[in-house]
């Protein structure tokens, strides 16, 4: 099963709600949350209460939380609490890394993994067993809208030689071709932003990258 979730990063912030909407009625799976802190990345997107505004909108709707920023432990209690189902940080950050996996873990929703392009996957090898999903960037992270870079590819065959059971997500230039190279690597969660939200027919983009798990 390919889970597809849309990035709101890409949607028009004053009718986020509105696109939210024409994404699950496109059959969308997931909401993927972009949070960039100015610092970790150089860009500045959403803060938790953007969390908070979705789940009240959508309280069924699984939230993926992206967190690109430095020191991810001092906000990830607010953005559980105010609904994502699943908590991503960067594996180059200050900080314990395991320890902080540990306790999304704890609080009991999916812990993932994020790795730029210039992390390879020896790098997070011991921390694969704390993760039920790894996050491989396929663009640096910070902007929509960028182009896929096919030689990640690599990196997610070597995630899954390791071993790796977990899902292994896609994040930047994900459209219905790159999906294909992705899949065939052993991804199983495409993150798409403009691929998804500038789409004329977006139910046609799900429908063409869920058949890629077929
Ligand atoms: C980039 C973000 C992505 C971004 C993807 O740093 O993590 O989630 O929204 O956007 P597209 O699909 O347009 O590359
Ligand atoms: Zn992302």
Redesign the pocket.
Same mark, same amino acid.
């Given at each position: 099963m390919i889970e597809i979730l849309s990035?709101i990063? &890409?949607s028009d912030v004053l009718n986020m709600g509105a696109d939210v909407r024409r994404m699950q009625e496109a059959g969308v799976d997931s909401l993927?949350v972009?949070i960039m802190d100015a610092h970790f =990345?150089p860009n500045l997107s959403f803060g938790p209460a953007v969390s908070a505004a979705l789940k009240k909108e959508f309280p069924c709707y699984h939230q993926d939380v992206?967190l %690109?920023m430095d020191h991810p432990e001092n906000y990830i209690d607010t953005f559980i609490a105010n609904g994502a189902g699943a908590v991503t940080i960067h594996a180059e950050i200050p900080g314990n890394v395991q320890e902080i996996l540990g306790h999304i873990r704890e609080k009991g929703i999916k812990a993932g993994v994020s790795v730029k392009p210039g992390t390879d996957a020896e790098a997070i090898r011991d921390l694969l067993p704390l993760c039920d999903l790894v996050l491989v %960037?396929t =663009?640096e992270? @910070?902007? @929509?809208?960028?182009k896929f870079m096919p030689d990640m590819m690599p990196k997610i065959r070597a995630l899954r030689e390791m071993g790796y059971q977990g899902q292994i997500m896609v994040?930047? @230039?994900?459209n219905a071709e790159t999906a294909k190279e992705a899949v065939a690597a052993g991804a199983d969660a495409l =993150? %798409?932003?403009? &691929?998804l939200l500038k789409a004329e027919d977006p139910a046609a983009v799900v429908k063409a990258c869920k058949a890629l798990g077929d």
């Open positions: 990035s990063l &890409a993927h972009d =990345v992206h %690109m %960037m =663009v992270p @910070g902007f @929509g809208g960028q994040d930047g @230039g994900i =993150v %798409m932003g403009t &691929a």
